[in-house]
């Protein structure tokens, strides 16, 4: 379940009757605040990246918690981290039977990565619903390898992302590919979901197939409309999504 931080970050949380782990703990607050609500004791953290709304709560609440496992990226600033972690590794909280295997998608910072294990894709600022992070540290070709490796995962893979900005990315997303019905039908759901008041994540990776722009870079409908963006002819899916990231900066 999420908890809300900030203006629209969330804090995934992973749980069992007493025992937890958070992801990208941005504000140690609201998490101290679930911890004693739910009577749960806190026994890892994992960070996807360094930004401060995904890391600022990680200090406060390693310290406060004895023996606490704290999982983020090799070659990135991460406060109290006691396990370094890139490609290939594998997290493992024992204390609530789960496992994940850490990918590097470098681009939105040097050495994001995400965790992937029960079906489930802890993404940090990479791939967003309908949307990506923006290109801080590295280059538009490896954002877009970066996306293309979460994009291989299976269909039903539930994405746990950083941000709810599933609406306003829906909006872009309509300008880029319209008559996407499968898109339409999206900005439907998660209109109700939000007027709801609830989360529209998580979404699935079948479902960001089928309506995310930044993973349909070589359809010709969105190739049309980086052209048109551009006011030039590009193919490669490299100068596409370069395209409509710069686009979407400027909208
Ligand atoms: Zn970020």
């Given at each position: 379940?999420?908890?809300p931080?900030?203006?629209?970050?969330y804090?995934?949380?992973?749980?069992?009757?007493?025992?937890?782990?958070?992801?990208?703990?941005?504000?140690?607050?609201?998490?101290?605040?679930?911890?004693?609500?739910?009577?749960?004791?806190?026994?890892?953290?994992?960070?996807?990246?360094?930004?401060?709304?995904?890391?600022?709560?990680?200090?406060?609440?390693?310290?406060?918690?004895?023996g606490?496992?704290?999982?983020?990226?090799?070659?990135?600033?991460?406060?109290?981290?006691?396990?370094?972690?890139?490609?290939?590794?594998?997290?493992?909280?024992?204390?609530?039977?789960?496992?994940?295997?850490?990918?590097?998608?470098?681009?939105?910072?040097?050495?994001?990565?995400?965790?992937?294990?029960?079906?489930?894709?802890?993404?940090?600022?990479?791939?967003?619903?309908?949307?990506?992070?923006?290109?801080?540290?590295?280059?538009?070709?490896?954002?877009?390898?970066?996306?293309?490796?979460?994009?291989a995962?299976?269909?039903?893979?539930?994405?746990?992302?950083?941000?709810?900005?599933?609406?306003?990315?829906?909006?872009?997303?309509?300008?880029?590919?319209?008559?996407?019905?499968?898109?339409?039908?999206?900005?439907?759901?998660?209109?109700?979901?939000?007027?709801?008041?609830?989360?529209?994540?998580?979404?699935?990776?079948?479902?960001?197939?089928?309506?995310?722009?930044?993973?349909?870079?070589?359809?010709?409908?969105?190739?049309?409309?980086?052209?048109?963006y551009?006011?030039?002819?590009?193919?490669?899916?490299?100068?596409?999504?370069?395209?409509?990231?710069?686009?979407?900066?400027?909208?």
């Amino acid at each position: 379940m999420p908890l809300p931080a900030f203006k629209d970050n969330y804090i995934w949380t992973l749980r069992d009757a007493k025992r937890a782990a958070v992801v990208d703990p941005g504000d140690a607050a609201p998490v101290k605040a679930y911890l004693a609500k739910e009577q749960l004791e806190l026994v890892a953290i994992l960070a996807t990246h360094h930004h401060p709304d995904h890391t600022g709560g990680i200090a406060e609440l390693a310290a406060a918690s004895r023996g606490i496992e704290v999982f983020g990226p090799r070659g990135e600033p991460i406060p109290a981290l006691t396990h370094p972690v890139s490609e290939g590794d594998r997290v493992a909280i024992p204390a609530l039977s789960l496992s994940f295997s850490v990918l590097d998608i470098p681009g939105h910072t040097r050495a994001h990565v995400a965790y992937y294990g029960a079906g489930s894709l802890f993404c940090g600022d990479t791939l967003f619903a309908c949307g990506c992070g923006r290109v801080f540290e590295g280059t538009p070709a490896q954002m877009l390898a970066s996306l293309e490796k979460l994009a291989a995962l299976p269909d039903e893979t539930k994405v746990y992302c950083g941000h709810e900005y599933t609406l306003a990315n829906i909006g872009f997303a309509l300008t880029v590919d319209p008559g996407n019905a499968a898109l339409a039908e999206r900005q439907r759901r998660a209109r109700a979901l939000r007027e709801a008041g609830k989360p529209t994540l998580p979404s699935t990776l079948g479902e960001e197939r089928a309506t995310n722009p930044f993973l349909r870079c070589a359809e010709p409908v969105v190739v049309e409309s980086a052209n048109k963006y551009l006011g030039a002819r590009v193919a490669d899916p490299v100068r596409v999504f370069a395209a409509i990231r710069e686009w979407k900066n400027r909208a």
